[in-house]
C-alpha cells in the first residue's frame, strides 16, 4: 500500500516570496491534515480536511498561509508572503476516519522549508 | 489551553537497555485518547500506540509498555531491551479539545540514543 506522499522534499526561498506544497493521502483516507514542526519542537496542527470540507482551521495563520482540497483528495498548502518564521518541516498525514478513538495517523515524510 | 510536557530532551543508553519516556499533560477533559509516535531520521512520524483514559489497565506490547495514571495526569512509555534501530525522536501526544476542537497535541518530544 502507498503512503503518503508530500513534494517537493526541501525548498529553500526569500522572505516575502510564495511557495505551495502538495500531499497525495493514502487512498480512501477521507481526513488530512497539515502540521508545521520546527525544529525541536513537536507537530502543531495547522488545517484539518474531512474529505473536502474544513474541519479545523484554528492554527492556521489566515493571512497568508491557506490550504485546499479539491475533489476530496489531495491537497495543496500555500504560503504567501513567507516570513522567517514559516521556516519548518510541512508534514501532511491522512487518516481513515476521524472518531473519538482515532488517532492513528499515517504522515509523510514532509517537506522542509527554509525562508532567507 | 492544553499543554503536554516531555521533560526529557534525550536519552541515551546502550543496546538491552530498558528505558522509558516521560509524558505529562494537562487537560480539563474527562475522557480522551493517549498517543505515542516515533519519528526515526527519515522525518516520517510513526504511530505506536493508543489508550484510552477510562480504562486505568496498563498493558503490553512485544518489547513496547505504557504506564497510564490519571490522577496525575501521566503517559509514561517503556521500551524492553532498546535496539539501535530504536533510535528515534518519541513524542507523546494525547488527543485532547484545544481552540475548541478535539486534536492531537504533541509534546516536544524525546531524542532517544540507543548504541551498540
Known amino acids: 500500500e502507498a503512503g503518503v506522499a508530500q513534494s517537493p522534499r526541501y525548498k529553500i526561498i526569500e522572505k516575502r516570496q510564495s511557495v505551495a506544497f502538495w500531499c497525495n493521502p493514502i487512498s480512501g483516507h477521507a481526513t488530512l491534515y497539515w502540521y508545521q514542526q520546527i525544529l525541536g519542537q513537536g507537530p502543531k496542527l495547522l488545517i484539518q480536511?474531512?474529505?473536502?470540507?474544513?474541519?479545523?482551521d484554528s492554527q492556521l495563520p489566515k493571512d497568508r498561509f491557506s490550504a485546499e482540497r479539491l475533489k476530496g483528495v489531495d491537497s495543496t498548502l500555500k504560503i504567501q508572503p513567507a516570513k522567517l518564521e514559516d521556516s519548518a518541516v510541512y508534514l501532511c498525514?491522512?487518516?481513515?476516519?476521524?472518531?473519538?478513538?482515532?488517532?492513528?495517523?499515517?504522515f509523510g515524510e514532509g517537506s522542509r522549508l527554509t525562508v532567507l | 489551553a492544553q499543554k503536554v510536557t516531555q521533560a526529557q530532551t534525550e536519552i541515551s543508553v546502550v543496546e538491552k537497555e530498558d528505558v522509558t519516556l516521560d509524558c505529562v499533560y494537562e487537560t480539563r477533559d474527562t475522557t480522551y485518547y493517549l498517543f505515542w509516535y516515533k519519528q526515526p531520521p527519515s522525518g516520517e512520524l510513526v504511530f505506536l500506540i493508543r489508550r484510552n483514559s477510562f480504562d486505568e489497565q496498563n498493558e503490553i506490547s512485544g518489547r513496547y509498555s505504557w504506564n497510564f495514571q490519571k490522577s496525575t495526569s501521566s503517559f509514561n512509555f517503556t521500551i524492553t531491551a532498546s535496539q539501535v534501530v530504536d533510535s528515534a525522536v518519541y513524542f507523546c501526544?494525547?488527543?485532547?479539545?484545544?481552540?475548541?476542537?478535539?486534536?492531537?497535541?504533541f509534546g516536544t518530544g524525546t531524542r532517544l540514543l540507543v548504541s551498540p
Open positions: 498525514a491522512s487518516s481513515l476516519i476521524w472518531g473519538f478513538n482515532t488517532g492513528e495517523l499515517f
Open positions: 480536511f474531512q474529505n473536502n470540507g474544513v474541519v479545523d
Open positions: 501526544a494525547p488527543r485532547l479539545r484545544d481552540t475548541g476542537f478535539q486534536k492531537l497535541v
